[in-house]
């Protein structure tokens, strides 16, 4: 059937029958109201099932008022009840099994919409400028143990086959685990023994509740990456212990902390690459003998996860990501219409939007969250006409792809060599190849569609009034400069670092603040140049999602990188002055032999108004009205191009 045997071959999770072996791990959407779930869970979930997922996790249920964070998060709430059964009954019609996972989140817990304290085994801040925790009682350990056993009830009345307690990424079972955030003087805090004490508590009260009506599994993080934290050597002992004592119905598998930069590498993007940590799941994994254990981080594609099958050592691994992408790419595969999956890139846009507190989308499935108003297959237009989209980046492509699969005639001018826009110069980076499937997969779509693409086509309205089309898109991106830097010159451009042009001391002028400032600081550096960063933000890189933001400036500084925040530059000749408003501090860079000035880019809608003007209907999209990232530009395209 495909070329991935182990993928597609069923397997038994604590008595649980899985179709294949892949699952979707829990994730936050943000879709909840008030805390408790919508019809957005129950189309999202089942859209996932029904595209061939084995097992759905659902996202966490907070099991206490002290760990309710963000406003779209659940509560397990016993009015959470009638939706949660429309949840599983949606998936289990569907095929796919279904579990959900309970948790507090401890002294992470942003409780601002109540203006509670978090909660933790000691007052320990997750972060610098964090919130300082309650540091809990043992009659309040109790209570958050009572809650956790109430919420396994929930999950059973609701009709989940499994439930999951997390004691990873930091969470508050996490908190007691690790020795960088619990220094306990009592029973629960010392020795492993002792930290492990109360997460093994709330284990054992959820086994004697319901370990006989459902599947009980524990998710954990091999490596916390923190220093003084729980380590690898710990994460194997935990994993032997669990497999050994406890009858668990799985062990699943990721790894990092709810600490900066830690949390970044649990959802990997695409500057570490594919599977970056299964070495580490794989060391835990050989401590069971028992339990089957599933993991996760950037199984990517399919290849990916039958690699990750093939070691022996897992029974399921997750492909959240990719499914959020493409929730059907499991059924693409097994009917032999691979080349048709939507990649995930791991752009991370999906987990930025959780972190700023709205609902969960996606750069490459816009539909993500809107399953119930917009069908996979658009439908056809009831007016087909003639288009044109000017513009073969990825707003182009992606418009014109949907407005052919809505029956219009449809043809892309693009003024490159090839189709691709700013992901052709973006694809160069360290760590952005990536960028390329989705142009591929652009690509492959429109030529699967027969819409012509004609490159090194640069348009004016009188060709395009000559073309006569029914509709224009004006998909023309933004333009980028190069520029004068006062006491230097020409001041060089992304383009010109990623294609190779710079010299031993680059200092870059960031008035941008997204990836392009990442890209050329880290390639620069990994050339073997000397680079300092200059921007005038509070923070470097602040247009990057939080989570690549960690990890990329953790990247930076490894490769010595000097970041000056709240900063600007000044040069006589080769020499560079850099004043830092933040520490009231000036340093002097000799001998600069380049200078990348990253400004923000201007919006090419050149022929928007001579063209409404000559009577055509015209339609601007992505950087064309004002640049942005590619979550904007993709979504207007997708927007337009199911209302064409």
Request: with cysteine; aromatic share 4%.
């Amino acid at each position: 059937m495909t070329g991935y045997p182990r993928v597609f071959s069923p397997v038994d999770i604590g008595g649980v029958a899985l179709r294949n072996r892949v699952f979707v791990s829990a994730h936050t959407t943000n879709f909840g109201v008030d805390f408790l779930p919508t019809e957005r869970h129950v189309a999202y979930h089942r859209e996932r099932a029904r595209g061939g997922a084995g097992l759905i996790i659902t996202e966490p249920l907070r099991v206490h008022p002290t760990s309710l964070g963000r406003a779209g998060g659940l509560a397990a709430d016993p009015a959470a009840l009638p939706m949660l059964t429309k949840i599983t009954e949606a998936v289990l019609g569907e095929g796919a099994a279904v579990f959900s996972q309970i948790t507090h989140a401890g002294r992470h817990s942003e409780n601002v919409f109540r203006r509670a304290a978090a909660w933790g085994p000691t007052s320990h801040r997750w972060a610098a400028g964090g919130h300082v925790p309650h540091a809990m009682s043992r009659r309040e350990m109790v209570q958050v143990r009572d809650a956790y056993v109430r919420a396994a009830h929930l999950v059973a009345a609701a009709g989940f086959q499994g439930v999951e307690i997390h004691f990873g990424h930091g969470h508050l079972l996490h908190q007691f685990i690790s020795p960088a955030s619990n220094d306990r003087a009592d029973a629960y805090g010392g020795s492993e023994e002792n930290r492990l004490r109360y997460p093994l508590e709330v284990l054992d009260a959820v086994l004697d509740a319901v370990g006989h009506d459902l599947v009980v599994g524990v998710r954990m993080s091999a490596d916390e990456l923190v220093a003084g934290g729980q380590d690898l050597d710990a994460g194997r002992r935990i994993a032997h212990l669990l497999d050994t004592t406890r009858p668990i119905g799985f062990l699943n598998v990721s790894l990092a902390s709810y600490t900066v930069p830690s949390i970044g590498h649990h959802v990997a993007d695409m500057s570490e690459g594919h599977t970056p940590y299964l070495e580490q799941t794989l060391t835990v994994a050989k401590e069971c003998t028992r339990t089957p254990v599933l993991a996760a981080c950037r199984f990517a594609d399919l290849a990916d996860a039958e690699r990750g099958l093939a070691t022996g050592l897992l029974a399921a691994v997750a492909m959240t990501r990719a499914h959020i992408a493409d929730p059907f790419l499991l059924a693409k595969a097994a009917a032999g219409e691979e080349h048709r999956i939507r990649p995930c890139v791991s752009c991370n846009f999906c987990i930025g939007e959780i972190a700023g507190h709205r609902p969960m989308t996606c750069m490459m499935n816009p539909r993500t969250g809107r399953e119930a108003e917009w069908p996979e297959q658009p439908g056809t237009s009831p007016e087909p006409g003639r288009v044109l989209v000017v513009g073969g980046g990825p707003a182009g492509m992606e418009t014109a792809r949907l407005a052919a699969e809505r029956g219009h005639s449809v043809q892309v001018w693009e003024i490159g060599p090839e189709p691709g826009g700013q992901l052709r110069i973006g694809r160069r980076g360290v760590g952005r190849g990536d960028l390329d499937r989705l142009r591929a997969h652009l690509q492959h779509r429109l030529a699967e569609l027969a819409v012509p693409v004609r490159t090194s086509t640069p348009a004016t309205v009188a060709d395009v009034l000559a073309e006569g089309p029914d509709a224009v898109v004006l998909a023309t991106g933004a333009r980028h400069t190069a520029r004068e830097v006062p006491g230097w010159g020409p001041a060089l451009t992304a383009a010109d670092v990623l294609r190779g042009r710079y010299g031993r001391t680059v200092v870059v002028l960031d008035d941008d603040g997204g990836w392009t400032a990442a890209s050329v600081a880290e390639t620069a550096a990994r050339g073997g140049a000397t680079v300092h960063l200059v921007t005038a933000a509070g923070t470097a890189l602040p247009g990057v999602t939080e989570y690549s933001r960690m990890t990329a400036v953790e990247r930076l500084r490894g490769l010595g990188v000097q970041l000056w925040t709240t900063a600007d530059a000044t040069f006589t000749r080769d020499t560079a002055t850099i004043t830092s408003a933040l520490v009231d501090a000036t340093t002097t860079v000799p001998d600069v032999t380049d200078v990348v000035a990253l400004d923000p880019p201007a919006a090419r809608d050149d022929l928007a108004a001579p063209l409404a003007d000559a009577g055509l209907t015209v339609h601007v999209i992505g950087d064309a009205v004002a640049p942005r990232t590619l979550l904007e530009a993709m979504t207007e395209a997708h927007v337009l191009g199911r209302s064409l």
